[in-house]
């Protein structure tokens, strides 16, 4: 009797502990590093991690490649197919979460505060995705360039003037040194010209959309303001420090083998330009009469609508906002951490490091792009209207056309729910 | 009149294989680029470029891009998938389509020819205009597997192969072919008493060769190139097809010689299959500017 009360304390011992294995909830997450082995080695251990940390939940992860990612997910909400966890691109996260992919965060909101501005994914007044990293532009150069050239060093407390900034690509050019004065990176197409460009044209005083009523381009994008950043955006080319058409590789290794005085380029690819040269400047954007402008938003985490465990997705992305994991993707891929005290953690983003400015001009100049749904459709008018013109086309034509094509899809979407 | 000596003649095959050699190299160049590429790293690749020294083996070479391609993706696995794809999806559709092009020229039924103008039709319809309804469908579609019956297609293989078998291509490719057979031989058959499937296997289908290798290279470059498509209904590593695998070499900063590295890696499975047929297809070609 007393061996048949030990076989049923045994087995009713064993079924609790299975059910409690079986307890754990399996959450699926989508993310857009497949092909980063860096990469996807830090958001395996930040999972690993969190699967250890607690016994409610269990993520599971499966990789796309960044370029098959966007399409991927979309494709996925047509066949109701969405995972619980998925991570979006700061200024695509208004179109999904309009088109019904996302629900807001449900995270505390005190554990972002002091976090880069770029790296908060709101829309309609509610968080839907936040970023655990940020990226910026940066004017690239070096300080012999600068004194050749004769120029001053500009600052994020006095950037350069737009005046100043067409003087040193005039002298670049007359210098005779370089192929070109100023690598743009017009080899890159898709995201990068509203992500690189759209910043001189706010500096300009313009914008893509007029953001006072999200309804809009008109006025704003083929605007007094707009139409002077588009001459200035001709003359770059017309004149010759820029080129129109660039070959990948000189985007790739044109400016760390000397064939350009300046290159607009992101925080990813300094590491690069810093093995290359030893006296490489970033300097701060120019100021085109509106304040000195860069693009801001990268990869944010946020939670499927279709998710039928929120409180799970949520607590993987509140573990993964911890300063450690920040540090880690910040060393591990060269991007900007969220928060000042991960940027001291880090190899290049503590104070005195190499790429340390980034975090600076990320805090000071920084500027969303258009938080609306409709900024995914812009932002591709907003590309080819800026190629035709860098090949000649007439500007104001270009800008209305712009601003036609924006209002209808605009209109068309019954003004995105503003 | 001029007379052709034994000079001139010398001298116009001179020139019309230095022409001839001069087109192949054009087609050849990007490929002889790939492979010495493959072989270089990254700064030299793009150094190279501007020069003659990008078609040759020259400078720091290794196998290394190929290592570290291995290391980034499972490239087994993406050629190995679209190879299972591909073949599957090239050997029903020569079956099916063969079969129903037999059934439009040989079979006479009521209604054959507005089917068939039907089903040419859809050679204007992109497939993009389609995409999305048939990812609708095919992620609701039941399907009888070994693990019972289960619904929704996506990440699988079945879902990148059914709705592929039948086109209007290759349908329309066997029908022009067997229009040119002599209509005799089907005849005879017939009244000798054999049914229509030995008509069409033990006569009609041995004598479509070429047709046959047409349409399997032509179906075979299709298939194997697909990308929109398996993008949109395989989420897993493991279904991957080679150019959704592809994409995974395409970072911020792009490793070159890794892409050069895979492409020549993918290449090799579409240059066997067309050495392989090459005879039959270009037989095929010849064959079909020539009326009888």
Redesign the interface.
């Given at each position: 009797m007393k061996s048949l009360s030990l076989l049923a304390a045994s087995l009713a011992f064993a079924s609790a502990m299975s059910s409690a294995a079986f307890a754990q909830t399996t959450l699926t997450m989508?993310y857009h590093g497949?092909?980063?082995?860096v990469e996807s080695n830090i958001i395996n251990q930040i999972i690993s991690d969190f699967n250890a940390s607690q016994s409610d939940w269990v993520v599971e992860i499966?990789?796309?490649?960044?370029?098959?990612y966007n399409?991927?997910v979309v494709?996925?909400a047509?066949?109701?197919?969405l995972p619980d966890i998925l991570d979006v691109d700061g200024p695509v996260m208004p179109n999904w979460a309009w088109s019904g992919y996302m629900q807001p965060l449900q995270i505390d909101e005190a554990k972002i505060a002091n976090y880069l501005p770029g790296t908060k994914g709101v829309w309609n007044g509610e968080l839907y995705s936040i970023g655990l990293w940020d990226a910026a532009i940066s004017l690239v150069t070096r300080q012999s360039y600068l004194d050749e050239l004769g120029l001053r060093v500009p600052t994020l407390e006095q950037p350069w003037t737009g005046e100043e900034f067409m003087d040193a690509l005039a002298k670049a050019k007359a210098s005779g040194k370089f192929d070109h004065a100023l690598d743009l990176g017009t080899a890159w197409t898709g995201e990068w010209y509203p992500y690189a460009f759209s910043p001189f044209l706010q500096s300009f005083g313009g914008d893509i959309i007029d953001r006072s009523t999200y309804t809009t381009a008109e006025g704003v994008l083929n605007g007094e303001a707009a139409v002077e950043f588009g001459t200035w955006w001709q003359g770059l080319f017309t004149e010759g420090y820029a080129q129109a058409t660039q070959?990948?590789?000189d985007r790739?290794?044109g400016f760390n083998?000397g064939k350009y005085a300046f290159s607009w380029n992101?925080n990813?690819?300094a590491l690069?330009t810093l093995d290359a040269y030893e006296d490489v400047l970033f300097l701060p954007a120019p100021d085109f009469g509106n304040g000195p402008k860069i693009g801001a938003a990268s990869w944010q985490f946020g939670v499927a609508a279709t998710s039928e465990h929120p409180d799970g997705a949520s607590a993987f992305i509140e573990f993964a906002l911890q300063d450690k994991y920040l540090a880690d993707f910040s060393n591990g891929i060269g991007l900007i951490p969220a928060t000042a005290s991960a940027a001291a953690l880090t190899e290049n983003y503590e104070e005195g490091g190499p790429l340390a400015v980034f975090f600076g001009l990320s805090e000071a100049q920084a500027l969303v792009r258009p938080v609306t749904p409709g900024y995914v459709v812009a932002a591709k008018v907003f590309e080819k209207a800026l190629a035709d013109i860098a090949n000649g086309a007439d500007v104001q034509d270009t800008l209305d056309s712009a601003v036609d094509e924006i209002d209808a899809d605009i209109s068309k979407n019954d003004n995105y729910g503003f | 009149m001029a007379q052709i000596t034994a000079d001139n003649h010398g001298l116009r095959l001179v020139v019309r294989y230095t022409v001839l050699g001069l087109i192949a190299l054009m087609f050849v160049f990007p490929l002889v680029f790939m492979l010495m590429s493959s072989l270089k790293p990254?700064?030299q690749l793009?150094?190279d470029?501007r020069s003659l020294r990008a078609f040759l083996p020259v400078g720091d070479i290794s196998l290394d891009n190929y290592f570290d391609a291995f290391?980034?993706?499972p490239v087994g696995l993406f050629i190995f998938n679209s190879v299972v794809v591909t073949g599957i999806t090239v050997v029903l559709s020569l079956m099916v389509c063969s079969a129903a092009a037999f059934a439009f020229v040989f079979v006479d039924w009521r209604g054959r020819e507005l089917v068939l103008t039907l089903i040419l039709a859809t050679l204007i319809v992109p497939f993009e205009t389609i995409a999305?309804p048939l990812?609708?469908i095919?992620?609701k579609l039941p399907w009888l597997g070994l693990d019972g019956l289960s619904y929704?297609w996506?990440n699988s293989y079945q879902v990148q192969i059914i709705p592929f078998v039948a086109d209007g291509l290759t349908i329309f490719l066997f029908v022009q072919y067997f229009k040119d057979l002599p209509g005799e031989l089907i005849e005879a058959a017939r009244v000798e008493g054999a049914s229509w499937w030995q008509v069409y296997r033990r006569i009609v289908m041995p004598l479509a060769g070429p047709v046959l290798a047409t349409a399997a290279i032509l179906k075979f470059l299709a298939m194997y190139n697909q990308y929109?498509w398996p993008?949109?209904?395989v989420?897993?590593?493991t279904y991957r097809p080679v150019m959704?695998?592809l994409?995974?070499?395409?970072?911020?900063?792009?490793a070159?010689g890794e892409i050069m590295a895979y492409l020549s890696l993918i290449t090799v499975p579409v240059l066997a299959f067309y050495l392989f047929l090459q005879r039959a297809f270009i037989a095929s070609i010849a064959s079909t500017g020539v009326k009888g």
């Open positions: 989508w497949a092909g980063n082995e499966e990789s796309f490649p960044q370029a098959a399409d991927s494709a996925g047509l066949a109701g197919n070959d990948p590789a790739d290794n083998s992101g990813w690819a690069g | 990254d700064a793009l150094s470029t290391r980034r993706a999305i990812l609708l095919a992620s929704g996506l929109l993008l949109m209904v989420q897993e590593e959704v695998g994409q995974y070499f395409f970072q911020l900063n792009r070159w």
